[in-house]
């Protein structure tokens, strides 16, 4: 298995608060993703980097900040959760180049009461 | 119409037989393409990748690629209660960053 470890696994919040995901990888790959997954849409990109200090937004970036200060870490930071973002987070890793497969984390199921 | 589509499904069918999960894209110049398999509350795992028009055979699975009519396909061959899953047809194009572009997925159920 790809070594990626999304922290936490599950998470209830309220409506308001600001909320952080993490992505961590041991694979040393250089391109980062954030997806979500909710029933009828699929897989959607939120945000994704290229390296360190380097991202950019998805089809579904509202709402979503990312940083990476480091190559293994990735961060997502809801800075006011809505029940909107209620969903599965998924993050990705993959090499550079098209021809490269993504590989995913376990997933965090986030709830916004 | 969406860049990437599949059928919701639910395929099903019995065990031993063949199982065929098709998926269409938009024309957007250079592709490749991943299929990738997703148990129920479970991430999402890659099982085929191809980039070239043709056949490509891994084990009971065959990935197959058309690209002057916009569409792959998976076939999986013999198959078995265990292969009971979402499966999700990916697509990358070139400029990109690598970034995958998802179909909703179709539901397969092998039936004993």
């Known amino acids: 298995d790809a070594g990626i470890t999304q922290s936490p696994r599950h998470k209830v919040t309220e409506t308001g608060t600001p909320v952080t995901l993490r992505c961590h990888q041991t694979e040393n790959h250089r391109y980062m993703y954030w997806y979500r997954q909710d029933p009828g849409h699929g897989l959607r990109l939120i945000h994704y980097?290229?390296?360190?200090?380097?991202?950019d937004k998805g089809e579904v970036s509202d709402g979503y900040s990312v940083s990476r200060s480091k190559t293994e870490d990735f961060l997502l930071t809801l800075e006011s959760a809505t029940s909107s973002q209620t969903s599965v987070y998924f993050c990705a890793i993959s090499e550079l180049g098209l021809r490269t497969e993504a590989f995913f984390g376990q997933g965090t199921r986030l709830t916004v009461v | 119409q969406k860049e990437v589509e599949q059928n919701s499904g639910p395929l099903s069918v019995p065990e031993g037989a063949i199982a065929s999960l098709n998926c269409t894209y938009s024309?957007?110049?250079?592709?490749?393409f991943f299929w990738y398999r997703q148990y129920s509350g479970k991430s999402p795992e890659l099982i085929m990748s191809i980039y070239s028009n043709g056949d490509k055979e891994d084990g009971r699975f065959t990935a197959q690629l058309n690209k002057a009519s916009q569409y792959v396909s998976l076939l999986i061959r013999d198959s078995q209660p265990s292969d009971s899953a979402t499966y999700l047809c990916a697509v990358a194009w070139r400029g990109t960053a690598s970034k995958l572009t998802f179909g909703t997925g179709t539901r397969l159920q092998v039936t004993l």
């Open positions: 024309d957007r110049g250079s592709q490749s």
């Open positions: 980097s290229y390296g360190v200090k380097d991202t």
